[in-house]
């Protein structure tokens, strides 16, 4: 993994960031919305801002990502054991407050949609790249 800049990737990650942010607020009546699609997003989300910044294969961007979910819901679980509060309500809406198995769940789905949508937008930029000058031409 080295550092660079992604301009690409950092314009996923603000407008998944963006509708997450709908999510939380616009949509927050909807549990099912708020609880499962929010948690799969921001594992592709975080996966954009990784990317935003390493240069790395997607898996292992992807497997990292999924990873940070999980310590999230590692470190819900080590909270609920240990009888702490998250005080802060932003953070404690950020990073949940709950461990949940259905969570781990969602973040597994978002490593695989990573996955596909990594998949597809290859397709797209191979079949919007114009072919380089000088080859196949006789």
């Not at 407050?97 to 990573?114: K, Q, T």
Request: hydrophobic residues 60%; contains cysteine; charged residues 15%.
């Amino acid at each position: 993994m080295t550092l660079r800049f992604d301009r690409e990737a950092a314009l996923w990650a603000v407008l998944i960031f963006i509708v997450e942010v709908l999510i939380a607020t616009v949509w927050s009546q909807h549990r099912w919305l708020r609880g499962f699609v929010g948690d799969v997003l921001a594992v592709v989300w975080v996966y954009f801002l990784l990317k935003t910044v390493l240069k790395a294969n997607t898996l292992s961007l992807a497997l990292l990502a999924f990873a940070v979910g999980c310590g999230v819901e590692l470190g819900q679980y080590a909270a609920a054991a240990n009888g702490w509060h998250v005080e802060n309500r932003v953070l404690r809406i950020v990073l949940g407050s709950v461990a949940d198995w259905m969570d781990v769940l969602a973040y597994a789905g978002g490593f695989w949609g990573v996955l596909a949508l990594e998949s597809f937008l290859a397709r797209l930029r191979f079949l919007f790249t114009p072919p380089p000058f000088g080859r196949g031409q006789g």
